[in-house]
């Protein structure tokens, strides 16, 4: 199995720290890639960006899966904590207490002409 130019231990390739990977030159005169987080996906294809070139990396997986996110992306959601503050409410108040007080003074009462009778 195996479409790979060669392969090449992880102790072979040099490590980039700025970039976040390891890499290892390529016949064309560029270089294979792969980064430490494809290594911690089990991912053991370096590709060279140059050509269709690719190297299997031969490196023990458990050496990458613990390591620490540094790149994680984190999402960095400033937030505002605006305080509200409350308003005075007491309008609301006010307003049951005038329903409660509300009485009815002249209801229509209804006429009850007794015509005839
Ligand atoms: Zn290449």
Same mark, same amino acid.
């Given at each position: 199995m195996g479409a790979y130019y060669d392969e090449i231990e992880i102790e072979d390739m040099v490590w980039d720290a700025e970039k976040g990977v390891f890499h290892y030159p390529c016949p064309c005169g560029d270089r294979f890639e792969i980064s430490r987080r494809q290594l911690a996906d089990y991912e053991d294809i370096a590709t060279c960006p140059s050509c269709s070139l690719v190297i299997r990396v031969i490196f023990d997986p458990l050496d990458f @899966? /613990? @390591?620490? /996110? *540094? /790149?994680? *992306?984190? *999402?960095? *959601?400033? @937030? %505002? %904590? @605006?305080e509200d503050k409350d308003s005075d409410s007491d309008d609301d108040q006010a307003f049951e207490d005038a329903l409660e007080n509300l009485t009815i003074s002249d209801a229509p009462s209804p006429v009850t002409a007794a015509a005839g009778g």
């Open positions: @899966e /613990d @390591e620490p /996110d *540094e /790149d994680d *992306e984190g *999402e960095l *959601e400033a @937030e %505002s %904590s @605006e």
